[in-house]
């Protein structure tokens, strides 16, 4: 399947899903939970160096919780699975150099060099920053198979990623804006 095709299925898939939506035959998804734990994770020093893996508490909170500490779009994508609208998040056309991290929990998940134009209006990254901050299950929503990726630490929904990328991965990790925070190197921590 051509990324053209791809774009096109999706938009009429989403056109499809909000009609559905307006007519009232879908409810909205149930709010993510996080289920109690430890989780093995990667962070970061001062320096940007990966630290050695450790373990470390999964991040749990109420909806409520949530919704003091998230926008409402934010909250929508993170917590209920939700996807924002291609070319409208704030991170699809940044070029800033920095640190990409969790909304929920600031755990780091990309860096910008391993951000690229995949042309999908999503921010796109073909690698993490570690591979034990990223988790993934098998999405069958809407007809289609997908990977979806979460933060492994709050389990936030961040997007997709798909076997279409750049070398050296040939991979596509298509995230949502809403799901990140973005540290410019240098600069303080910008928030969606």
């Known amino acids: 399947m051509t990324r053209r095709t791809l774009l096109f299925t999706l938009a009429g898939a989403?056109?499809?899903?909000?009609?559905?939506?307006?007519?009232?035959?879908l409810s909205a998804s149930p709010m993510k939970t996080t289920t109690p734990g430890n989780v093995t994770v990667r962070l970061l020093d001062e320096h940007g160096a990966l630290s050695a893996p450790q373990e470390v508490p999964?991040?749990?909170k109420t909806e409520d919780e949530w919704k003091a500490l998230l926008t409402g779009e934010q909250f929508r994508v993170t917590r209920t699975e939700g996807?924002?609208?291609?070319?409208?998040?704030?991170?699809?056309d940044n070029h800033k150099t920095g640190l990409y991290t969790c909304v929920g929990c600031a755990l780091p998940l990309f860096r910008s060099d391993a951000k690229f134009d995949?042309?999908?209006?999503?921010p796109s990254f073909f690698q993490p920053v570690a591979a034990e901050n990223i988790g993934s299950t098998e999405d069958v929503s809407f007809g289609m198979a997908r990977t979806?990726?979460?933060?492994v630490r709050c389990e936030s929904h961040l997007?997709?990623?798909?076997?279409?990328?750049?070398?050296?991965?040939r991979l596509r990790f298509c995230i949502n804006s809403?799901?990140?925070?973005?540290?410019?190197?240098g600069g303080k921590l910008v928030r969606p």
């Open 14 to 25: 989403a056109t499809a899903l909000a009609a559905a939506k307006q007519l009232g035959k």
């Open 58 to 60: 999964k991040v749990i």
């Open 83 to 92: 996807t924002e609208r291609a070319f409208c998040g704030v991170f699809h």
């Open 118 to 122: 995949s042309g999908t209006g999503w």
């Open 148 to 151: 979806e990726v979460h933060c």
């Open 159 to 169: 997007g997709h990623v798909f076997k279409d990328g750049p070398p050296p991965t």
């Open 178 to 185: 809403a799901s990140l925070t973005f540290q410019e190197d």
